[in-house]
T-cell receptor
Framework: EAQVTQNPRYLITVTGKKLTVTCSQN?????MSWYRQDPGLGLRQIYY???????DKGDVPEGYKVSRKEKRNFPLILESPSPNQTSLYFC???????????FGNGTRLTVT | AQKITQTQPGMFVQEKEAVTLDCTYD???????LFWYKQPSSGEMIFLIY??????QNATEGRYSLNFQKARKSANLVISASQLGDSAMYFC????????FGAGTRLTVKP
């Protein structure tokens, strides 16, 4: 089944404790992206990747890191999480043309 | 930078009536794509409809149609014959290289 898999679905952590949210897709998509969703703000792009070893900042990259060592994986790393990073996070992927994004099921992160 | 604006935080519509959700965008790139997604209360993102900037005809997918007015840079979503299951958040998005989203409109369908 074609899908984007994010893990974990829910995560509660404390300020400063490094964490990684994994994202994997099995559709051979070149493009992958991370978004955070907050009430009233819609989905804001954190980072995106047009292909392996190519990553670019989105609108809200501060406090986040990503890597794209393999085509299928695009992990989101929070080196030192803070409470303002409490949010719902989505990973998405697509081919690099006009294809729609395929979304993961989301990760709800709470930082206390 | 590209920008997408959805000016209606919330909308109400009576069941079986049509509703239009507004979306305007800003870009200087002649080649782009416009998308609408639905997010029900369960949280998943569901792709509804796509319009390319060079497409001459407005896109349609079942009860969804996209009213594309290129000169005005608007890409409104029209849902015909609303159903209770249409109650959800709706996001407009635009793609040049990457995909950016608007703030969304929460649609409530009343019985």
């Amino acid at each position: 089944e074609a899908q984007v898999t994010q893990n974990p679905r829910y995560l509660i952590t404390v300020t400063g404790k490094k964490l990684t949210v994994t994202c994997s897709q099995n559709m051979n998509h070149e493009y992958m992206s991370w978004y955070r969703q907050d009430p009233g703000l819609g989905l804001r792009q954190i980072y995106y990747s047009m292909n392996v070893e190519v990553t670019d900042k989105g609108d809200v990259p501060e406090g986040y890191k990503v890597s794209r060592k393999e085509k299928r994986n695009f992990p989101l790393i929070l080196e030192s999480p803070s409470p303002n990073q409490t949010s719902l996070y989505f990973c998405a992927s697509s081919h690099r043309d006009s294809s729609p994004l395929h979304f993961g099921n989301g990760t709800r992160l709470t930082v206390t | 930078a590209q920008k997408i604006t959805q000016t209606q935080p919330g909308m109400f519509v009576q069941e079986k009536e049509a509703v239009t959700l507004d979306c305007t965008y800003d870009t200087s790139d002649p080649s782009y794509g416009l998308f609408w997604y639905k997010q029900p209360s369960s949280g998943e993102m569901i792709f509804l409809i796509y319009q390319g900037s060079y497409d001459q005809q407005n896109a349609t997918e079942g009860r969804y149609s996209l009213n594309f007015q290129k000169a005005r840079k608007s890409a409104n979503l029209v849902i015909s014959a609303s159903q209770l299951g249409d109650s959800a958040m709706y996001f407009c998005a635009m793609r040049e290289n990457d995909m950016r989203f608007g703030a969304g409109t929460r649609l409530t369908v009343k019985p």
